[in-house]
Nanobody, 115 residues
């Protein structure tokens, strides 16, 4: 079992920045893939970014160049630095981890970008 807890969400103006954090209950060094997803009201949950154990990253086109995913194995944390935020980035952001064939989710953190 891996427990994930997100933090860092909030209300920010158009063009602002936020840094989300995902704290894991176990050493993430052993976790192969971690990712961020987001879900806007009335819409499906969508993939935002992925980082694997080796540090390779991938991003959705909608956030490429604005968001940066990273992980700190010593602190057992994953981060999402979000810059130049837009109103369409408003959503609940979820941390996800895949470990030994099982997928784990956090409870989500709300990000609201005002226009």
């Amino acid at each position: 079992q891996v427990q994930l807890v997100e933090s860092g969400g909030g209300l920010v103006q158009n063009g602002g920045s936020l840094r989300l954090s995902c704290a894991a209950s176990q050493r993430i060094f052993t976790i192969g893939q971690m990712a961020w997803y987001r879900q806007a009201p009335g819409k499906q949950r969508n993939w935002v970014a992925t980082i694997n154990r080796g540090g390779s990253t991938n991003y959705a086109d909608s956030v490429k160049g604005r968001f940066t995913i990273s992980r700190d194995n010593a602190e057992n944390r994953m981060y999402l630095q979000m810059n130049n935020l837009k109103p369409e980035d408003t959503a609940v952001y979820y941390c996800m981890a895949v470990n030994l064939g099982s997928t784990y989710w956090g409870q989500g953190t709300q990000v609201t970008v005002s226009s």
